[in-house]
Nanobody, 128 residues
Framework: QVQLVESGGASVQAGGSLRLSCKAS??????????MGWFRQVPGQEREGVAM????????YSADSVKGRFTISQNNAEYTVYLRMNSLKPEDSALYYC???????????????????WGQGTQVTVSS
């Protein structure tokens, strides 16, 4: 069965950096995955799209709230997607989820409904 497993979450000071990893398994070919995304959620709030990557051409999209600070990338051979987070702020604290889609995702924004498989999440806490 297909599965996504996130790792790399931690507690850091404001201004620090983290790199989250998302390992995909259960897919015969990495090219089956058309797009990968990172989302985050704070209790009581909607799950927010943070960054998205089209696996075939490497095109990336980032939410305005993280643009210039967060970078999504991939290692095709390792079936892994990363989220590099720099200049972290307390408002970045959340449970971060990785998600995948075997269909092309929208090019007009990072939409939760585009993704069919989700990981369990990894916690990021940023203290001031």
């Amino acid at each position: 069965q297909v599965q996504l497993v996130e790792s790399g979450g931690a507690s850091v000071q404001a201004g620090g950096s983290l790199r989250l990893s998302c390992k995909a398994s259960g897919y015969t070919y990495y090219s089956t995955l058309k797009c990968m995304g990172w989302f985050r959620q704070v209790p009581g709030q909607e799950r927010e799209g943070v960054a998205m990557l089209y696996t075939l051409d490497g095109t990336t999209y980032s939410a305005d709230s993280v643009k210039g600070r967060f970078t999504i990338s991939q290692n095709n051979a390792e079936y892994t997607v990363y989220l590099r987070m720099n200049s972290l702020k307390p408002e970045d604290s959340a449970l971060y989820y990785c998600a995948s889609s075997i269909f092309q995702c929208s090019r007009s924004g990072i939409k939760r409904t585009d993704f069919g498989v989700w990981g369990q999440g990894t916690q990021v806490t940023v203290s001031s």
